[in-house]
């Protein structure tokens, strides 16, 4: 079986998933989040962050997991934010749009 091209978008949104994680990693130096969070703010960071990475690897490489663990870790994620009163609709419609964009090039994954 051949190898299948990259399209654009899912360059973009593999390029999108890298600075989410890094913005993941970045705001927890700060330390507030943690305190508002609570003891099981660790545990919540360190899945978020593999979900987040092994997504983008996967949706890079085109592998037809990668939208299933990409829609796992953005449900969990919106899911924790909106119960905690930190919920907004920018960050949600990035969400939505990032899994359309992956599951919309799932048929031509491997």
Same mark, same amino acid.
């Given at each position: 079986?051949?190898? $299948?091209?990259?399209?654009?978008?899912?360059?973009?949104?593999?390029?999108?998933?890298?600075?989410?994680?890094?913005?993941?990693?970045?705001?927890?130096?700060?330390?507030?989040?943690?305190?508002?969070?609570?003891?099981?703010?660790? $545990?919540?960071?360190?899945?978020?962050?593999?979900?987040?990475?092994?997504?983008?690897?996967?949706?890079?490489?085109?592998?037809?997991?990668?939208?299933?663990?990409?829609?796992?870790?953005?449900?969990?994620?919106?899911?924790?934010?909106?119960?905690?009163?930190?919920?907004?609709?920018? $960050?949600?419609?990035?969400?939505?749009?990032?899994?359309?964009?992956?599951?919309?090039?799932?048929?031509?994954?491997?």
């Amino acid at each position: 079986m051949s190898k $299948p091209e990259r399209p654009i978008p899912i360059v973009l949104l593999c390029l999108l998933l890298a600075a989410a994680l890094l913005w993941t990693l970045w705001s927890a130096r700060r330390g507030d989040l943690t305190r508002a969070f609570g003891f099981a703010y660790w $545990p919540y960071l360190s899945t978020i962050s593999v979900g987040l990475a092994a997504s983008g690897v996967g949706l890079w490489r085109m592998l037809r997991w990668s939208p299933i663990v990409l829609a796992a870790v953005l449900g969990v994620d919106c899911a924790v934010a909106w119960t905690m009163g930190e919920g907004h609709w920018l $960050p949600t419609a990035i969400s939505v749009i990032s899994l359309a964009i992956a599951f919309g090039y799932r048929p031509r994954m491997r």
